[in-house]
């Protein structure tokens, strides 16, 4: 009796870690990112850039832009409400004068309102700005993906809801992605995106060079 007791324990236990484990995604990834930095030393005042795999996907963003301190914490196939709950370990612990925030791509396509998006970016900014009310942070539209191309009215709506929003804050910038990634019709350019039609090859982020560039200088 003694012993199923004690083996129900442990199984009740193993549940628990488990179930917490599952409750908090990206818990492991959002770690080791942290770690990683934490081992190769940074300093103050670099610039973040941040949010979901497009943004991890950049490999060489430093390559692109040598002159400038970057950080890089791209994680997984994150959404907005994923940033603002890891945005101490991503962002705010780097005490950086520049954030870039990819964020409401993955949100959009699993159906997430716009509204809610908005809402976890505007507390993001707001959590940055009582750290340090100087930090430039700028909102990076959503991308026209072939592979999302049939919700692109939505993608549409968020990227001018989020160019407003940009609009009525201090210190906040909306970067436009979209018209540089569409053809002249404005459809989506399947040449800058590798196989799986939704991540920029390197093709695709050269043109985001150009993007970023303007700005970085």
């Excluded at 012993?3 to 599952?22: E, H, P």
């Excluded at 973040?48 to 040598?66: A, D, H, K, Y």
């Excluded at 962002?91 to 159906?111: C, H, M, Q, T």
């Excluded at 991540?199 to 700005?215: M, Q, R």
Aim: glycine share 6%; proline share 5%.
């Amino acid at each position: 009796m003694k012993n199923r007791l004690f083996l129900s324990i442990l199984l009740f236990g193993a549940f628990c870690i488990q179930t917490f484990a599952q409750g908090i995604p990206f818990e492991n990834e959002v770690r080791q990112l942290s770690a990683r930095y934490d081992s190769l030393g940074w300093t103050q005042g670099a610039t973040v850039f941040t949010g979901s795999s497009t943004i991890r996907m950049w490999n060489n963003l430093q390559e692109t832009f040598p002159t400038e301190n970057l950080i890089n914490t791209g994680f997984g196939g994150s959404k907005a409400s994923d940033l603002e709950r890891h945005l101490f370990p991503l962002v705010i612990k780097f005490e950086p004068s520049r954030v870039f925030i990819y964020e409401g791509d993955n949100d959009l396509w699993a159906d997430v309102p716009v509204s809610e998006i908005l809402q976890s970016l505007d507390n993001i900014v707001t959590r940055i700005h009582l750290v340090n009310p100087n930090v430039k942070v700028y909102l990076i539209g959503a991308k026209p993906s072939p592979s999302r191309w049939t919700k692109k009215d939505n993608y549409m709506i968020f990227n001018q809801m989020l160019k407003e929003y940009c609009q009525t804050k201090e210190e906040v910038e909306f970067v436009d992605t979209w018209q540089a990634l569409t053809d002249a019709a404005g459809n989506p350019r399947p040449e800058l995106y590798i196989q799986d039609m939704l991540h920029l090859n390197a093709e695709g982020y050269k043109v985001w060079e150009g993007i970023f560039k303007s700005i970085l200088r």
